[in-house]
């Protein structure tokens, strides 16, 4: 079992930047491919960045040259730096870990763009 902890939502104007950041607990955690999804309201779920295991990344079209997915392996910890946010970008951001048919899920964390 892996309980998943995000943080680091709020809001931010647009153009600004957030760093949110996804605890993981257990000692397997390296073994696990990370992801951050979004939802915003009356939209369906979509998949802004994931890392694999080894450190190999992909984003959506939407986040591309302005979000980055990095993971330490030491803290269990993964981070979604987001730059230059649009109004488009509000949405409720998991984050997810999977291995093979094991999927964990956070509770999520709120990501408003405003002015």
């Known amino acids: 079992q892996v309980q998943i902890v995000e943080s680091g939502g709020g809001l931010v104007q647009p153009g600004g930047s957030l760093r949110l950041s996804c605890a993981a607990s257990?000692?397997?955690?390296?073994?696990?491919?990370m992801g951050w999804y979004r939802q915003a309201p009356g939209k369906q779920s979509e998949l802004v960045a994931r890392?694999?295991?080894?450190?190999?990344?992909s984003y959506a079209e939407s986040a591309k040259g302005r979000f980055t997915i990095s993971r330490d392996n030491v803290k269990n910890t993964v981070y979604l730096q987001m730059n230059s946010l649009k109004p488009e970008d509000t949405a409720v951001y998991y984050c997810?870990?999977?291995?093979?048919?094991?999927?964990?899920w956070g509770q999520g964390t709120q990501v408003t763009v405003s002015s």
């Open positions: 890392i694999s295991s080894g450190g190999t990344t």
């Open positions: 997810n870990a999977a291995y093979g048919s094991l999927m964990y």
């Open positions: 257990g000692s397997l955690f390296s073994i696990y491919a």
